[in-house]
């Protein structure tokens, strides 16, 4: 069963991360995952779950100042962090293209600074708080841009 183009509710962090394990189920190499929410959200905790769904050893953090880690899983993950961000010619001096046309997984946090770059296809992740430890996460099947 498909857990695309639904809208799940996580009550900790605990399961964040559990049900960012079972959507790494639904990746494969070239796919790619955008982010969206608020600051604190839990967007960072969803990808640690991705991550150790990708089978990736070790700890996952969000590249905030560095805006990109890689990791060694099943696949490659790559995990992008734009909210600092300056502007569109960072990403590009990042070479995303190989990133997000490559094989591995891209993970994207704050992906709507960057909406004109997205490929034609990707996941969308909406987070939202509801209290302290609920998080409303809405996913949208693989969306095509027109």
């Not at 709507?112 to 099947?141: A, G, N, W």
Request: hydrophobic letters at 35%; a positive charge.
């Amino acid at each position: 069963m498909s857990i695309l183009n639904k809208i799940i509710i996580t009550r900790s962090a605990a399961e964040t991360q559990y049900f960012g394990q079972k959507l790494a189920r639904q990746l494969k190499p070239g796919d790619l995952v955008c982010l969206t929410g608020d600051l604190g959200v839990g967007k960072t905790c969803l990808i640690q779950g991705v991550a150790r769904g990708l089978q990736v050893k070790g700890y996952v953090n969000s590249p905030t100042f560095k805006i990109i880690n890689e990791y060694k899983g099943k696949v490659p993950v790559y995990h992008f962090d734009l909210y600092r961000l300056d502007g569109l010619t960072d990403l590009r001096g990042l070479g995303y293209e190989e990133y997000f046309y490559g094989q591995g997984v891209s993970l994207v946090e704050w992906a709507e600074k960057i909406m004109p770059f997205l490929p034609k296809q990707y996941l969308q992740v909406e987070m939202r708080s509801i209290d302290e430890h609920t998080r409303k996460i809405i996913l949208t099947d693989w969306r095509k841009k027109k």
